[in-house]
């Protein structure tokens, strides 16, 4: 069975920065395309960023240059460091693995940032 835990979130004041991870247990983390999402309240959930099995990444424009996807294929283990935060920024912010075609299949549970002076 494949688990998504995510971590690292927290309160931070605007300007400040947070690194968030998301171990994986089960599976081949290797083997897939991973990526984060964050939902605000009220709002639908968002992509943020992906990157590929080769470690390529890709954002959602309004964060790229500010935030930075990366992997650990050795420790199994999705990061996500967010820097120059902002309360636009704060939300649940959600790990997933890809299928082949790129539909995210499985989600983490969840951590909560919280951007407030």
């Known amino acids: 069975q494949v688990q998504l835990v995510e971590s690292g979130g927290g309160l931070v004041q605007p300007g400040g920065s947070l690194k968030l991870s998301c171990l994986v247990s089960?599976?081949?983390?290797?083997?897939?395309?991973m990526g984060w999402y964050r939902q605000a309240p009220g709002k639908r959930r968002e992509f943020i960023a992906g990157?590929?099995?080769?470690?390529?990444?890709f954002y959602k424009p309004s964060v790229k240059g500010l935030f930075n996807i990366s992997r650990d294929n050795a420790t199994n283990t999705l990061y996500l460091q967010m820097d120059s935060l902002t309360p636009e920024d704060t939300a649940v912010y959600y790990c997933?693995?890809?299928?082949?075609?790129?539909?995210?299949?499985?989600w983490g549970q969840g951590t909560q940032v919280t951007v407030s002076s």
């Open positions: 089960g599976g081949i983390f290797a083997d897939y395309s």
């Open positions: 990157i590929s099995i080769g470690g390529s990444p």
């Open positions: 997933e693995r890809e299928t082949l075609g790129g539909t995210p299949e499985l």
